[in-house]
Structures are given as C-alpha cells and as structure tokens.
C-alpha cells in the first residue's frame, strides 16, 4: 500500500504525463489562437450591434460563412480548454472501476478508461483515481459485490460518427455535421418565398445524416454482437438521395424557366433557347436515371447531345463567317480543334450509341 505522500507525488507524475501527451502549451496555444480568430471574424461582421431581425438577416445572408467558420473556431477552442481542465486541472476523484483486460478498465456505466500496462488481477475491481478520461492512480482491490456492472463500452455520441459512406470512431466529425446545418436552418427562417427551397434542401441533408447516425447507435446499443444491419438505412438514404435530386433538378428547372420566361428580348430568347432545351432533357436523364427507365434514359441523353451540337456547330459556323469577313483567315485554324470535337461528340452518343 501506499502512503498518501506517494500517492500525491504518482498524480503530479501522471498529470504531467498527460498534459504532455495530450495537452501541450504549443496545441493549447493554437486553439487559443483558432477560437480568437473565430472571435474576431464573428466581431468583424457587425453581427453583435445588430439591433433588428433586418439587420441581422443582411449581416448574416453577406456573410453567414464567415460566421459559421468562426463559430467552429470557437468551439474548437472551448473544447479544448473544458477538456484540458476536467482531465487536468480538476483533482482526481476517487471510484470503484472493472480491470477487463492489462490496458482496460470499465466503469459502471460502460465508460472505458485505457492505461499502458496494468499487472493488477483481471476481472477485479479496484478503486481508482481518476479524472473524466483518465486513470492517474490505481489504488486497492474492491473485494465487495457490485450489481449492475455493465461490461458493454459505451461510446461517445459525438466522437463517434456512421453514415451512409462508412463509419468513423473516436473523431471530431459529428459536430462538423451540426455546424453545417445551422445556415440551412436559418436560411429557411429568415429567407422569403421560393429562397425556402433551398434552405430546406441546405437542412434536410445534415439532418438526415443526425438521424442516420443516430439510429444506427440506438441499435448498436440494443446489438448483442457489436454489429447492425445497416440495409434498412442504406434504402432510405438511397430513397432521400433521389428526392433531393428530384427536387433539385426541379429547382434548377423553374430557374431556367423563370429567367426564360422574363427575358423581353427576342434575340436573347433565341440564344438562350438551347440552355432551356438542355436543361430539361438533362432533368428527365436524371429522373430516367432514378426510375431506372434505359431507353428514356438514352432519349434524352441523345436529345441532350443534339441540341448542345446544333448551338456548338452553329456557334462556330457564326464565328467562322465573322473570322472571314474581317479576313482574320489564320484564326480559321483555331476552330478546328472544336469542329473535330464537336464531330467526335455526335459520333459518340448518337451514331455509336444506338
């Protein structure tokens, strides 16, 4: 056993330990200078004289990501300090953990707490000093009963994120996903009329991604084996895939309509024709695409490539009579990269592909 001056001299030991490995003035530093940028960015927007909803909503359409990235910043650094002193600072309390293995103990709510080597009796309990991540002492065995031990880990909700493209444990991401939903939720609020729709498509995303994740721990937690079938999940995440393209093909349709539609001018209705003939066969590719229909598919693929040849073919035809007018002739050799490409494309998905 030891005596407490030992005791006292292993924690100062160990905290010095683990403010080297894992706090160092130098990281300290940068985080402190990252969350006073943020600070600063946030400052410099105006955004804290705001006085109206008005106001805030110009500040914030003029310069919301400047906003966003120093609000990460900021919390960036908060973590790190609020980290650095309840793993550090705060005195080591004294609690009964689980040895599993010679580098693990477990708590009793399934917290798992690493430490280099341990030569205690595995499957014991022991008493334990310690901070919120950290062991700094391991003090007697625990020879009472203790009911309601869980031995399954318990991981962390925001160090711990899965999503549709895979699964990533013991990093910073899922927060990174909650900042990025913040200017799609206020470009919801404070946005007027059809602007709505892409606040909704800016939010819809993140938070598919939360409810994803958070579905998935929900029945990680219920596995007894570790493992969850995703399939499920995987369906809706390709469904919502497809909606949100639906909707922004659409989007991007009543666009190129509405700007169509407003052009007074008889010349540019002319010019622009071919942007609204693309745009609409490039739609129903995509919508063909998800409804898994070939041969629309290759109809609208072959219209799409059509009517880009003729504005191509014609374009150069009127830049090629203009090169001649102004007896420019050497320019003719220019345009023939751009015939010989123009060429290629229409042998290539409309004489070929058939």
Same mark, same amino acid.
């Given at each position: ?33 990252? *969350?006073? &940028? ?5 400052? &410099? ?18 310069? *919301?990501?400047?906003?966003?990235? *120093? ?9 790190? @300090? ?12 004294? +609690? ?15 917290? =798992? #707490? ?19 991540? %950290?062991?700094?002492?391991?003090? +007697? ?29 013991? &990093? ?25 729709? /892409? *606040?909704? =498509? ?45 909707? #922004? ?5 009543? #666009?190129? =309509? ?45 219209? %799409? ?6 504005? @191509? /073919?014609?374009?150069?035809? /009127? ?18 990269? /751009? @015939? ?5 494309? #229409? ?8």
């Amino acid at each position: 056993m030891k005596d407490d001056i030992m005791i006292k001299q292993d924690i100062i030991k160990k905290r010095k330990e683990i403010r080297k490995k894992y706090y160092s003035t130098s990281g300290l530093f940068v985080a402190t200078i990252l *969350g006073s &940028l943020g600070l600063l960015f946030i400052y &410099l927007t105006g955004i804290f004289g705001v006085t109206t909803y008005d106001e805030f909503f110009q500040i914030f359409s003029k310069n *919301g990501i400047i906003i966003i990235f *120093g609000i990460f910043f900021l919390f960036i650094t908060l973590y790190c @300090w609020l980290s650095f002193i309840i793993n550090v600072l705060i005195k080591p309390k004294k +609690e009964i953990l689980l040895l599993i293995d010679n580098h693990t103990f477990i708590n009793k709510k399934g917290k =798992i #707490f690493y430490i280099d080597n341990c030569d205690k009796k595995i499957n014991k309990y022991y008493y334990v000093l310690k901070t919120h991540n %950290y062991i700094y002492e391991i003090l +007697e065995e625990y020879s009472g009963n203790i009911k309601n031990f869980s031995l399954k880990e318990k991981k962390s909700y925001w160090l711990n994120f899965y999503s549709p493209i895979g699964n990533f444990e013991n &990093l910073f991401l899922l927060p990174i996903v909650y900042v990025i939903l913040i200017p799609g939720i206020l470009s919801f609020i404070m946005s007027k009329g059809e602007q709505k729709i /892409f *606040g909704i =498509i800016f939010s819809i995303v993140p938070i598919y991604i939360i409810m994803y994740d958070l579905i998935y721990k929900i029945k990680l937690k219920k596995s007894s084996n570790n493992e969850v079938d995703d399939t499920n999940l995987l369906k809706s995440y390709l469904t919502l895939k497809n909606i949100l393209a639906i909707i #922004f093909a659409l989007g991007i349709c009543l #666009f190129v =309509i509405n700007l169509y539609v407003k052009m007074s001018d008889l010349k540019s209705k002319i010019i622009f024709l071919p942007f609204l003939l693309c745009t609409i066969n490039g739609i129903g590719y995509m919508l063909a695409k998800i409804f898994n229909k070939p041969k629309l598919q290759n109809i609208f693929l072959k219209s %799409y490539v059509i009517i880009f040849l003729i504005f @191509w /073919f014609a374009f150069l035809i /009127f830049l090629t009579i203009k090169i001649i007018e102004v007896k420019a002739y050497i320019m003719c050799l220019f345009t023939i990269p /751009f @015939w010989i490409a123009g060429i290629y494309i #229409f042998y290539k998905f409309v004489i070929k592909n058939k």
